[in-house]
């Protein structure tokens, strides 16, 4: 659209590096989904036989590759949730689970980056959690890795964790998620009608923790990739 059209410039696409090719993937919504791991969600206080639920960051909260990870305003309990991410390229409502990888161009490394002080605030009031997850800068990706690329076949199953300054944080097997990438795929689809180009994080296994500023963080999910950041 013109700037003769609009009142201002409409703001970029935020766009996610594709691994192996010149296109990149262009960014219209972000879903998440909470405590998709058990064990983590025994950490957070949660009941593993609660149906998967969702919560939201805006598009422009994807950080790619070798952008800037600042330090957020307002928290001093910044935390580090890796997660395998499911970028689509198709959608629909009420799409079948035997159908949903259907709709899965690829999948990449996120962290979820939660002011997790914030956060618990809005849980203690009943209040919605966006300043808590949905802030400027809080989702980090890697480049996304094209479903036909992945070992074995998508969607991937393997080691997932993250390191912080080296020592290893998080660790644990996408195949232990509560809720597969088939089912959340289909159960997010009864929620919001999915198109190209929105992005699923999927969970994050135990071990959440604090980062601090000058942190070097680097993700990883077994046959997908992985990602750094220094934090600040």
Known sequence: MSNSQTVFTPPATPLVPVEGRAEQFPVRRILCVGRNYAAHRAEMGG???????????PADAVVPPGGAVPY???T????????????????GADIPVDKALDAIFGYAVGVDLT?????????????PWDAGK?????????????????????PPQGRIHITVNGAVRQDGQVADMIWNVPEIVAEASKLWTLAA??????????????????DKVEGFVEGVGSLSFTVG
């Open 197 to 214: 180009g929105d992005l699923i994080f999927t969970g994050t296994p135990e071990g959440v923790a604090a980062l601090q500023r000058g």
């Open 134 to 154: 949905a802030f400027d800068h809080s989702a980090p990706i890697s480049a996304i890795r094209p479903a036909a690329q992945i070992p074995g076949g998508p």
């Open 115 to 127: 002011r997790r002080d914030l956060q618990n605030a809005a849980k203690a009031k009943g209040q």
């Open 47 to 57: 009941d593993e036989r609660d149906p998967p639920f969702f919560f939201t960051k």
């Open 72 to 74: 957020p305003s307002r």
């Open 76 to 91: 001093s309990d910044l935390h580090h949730e890796i997660e395998l991410v499911v970028a689509l390229k198709s959608g």
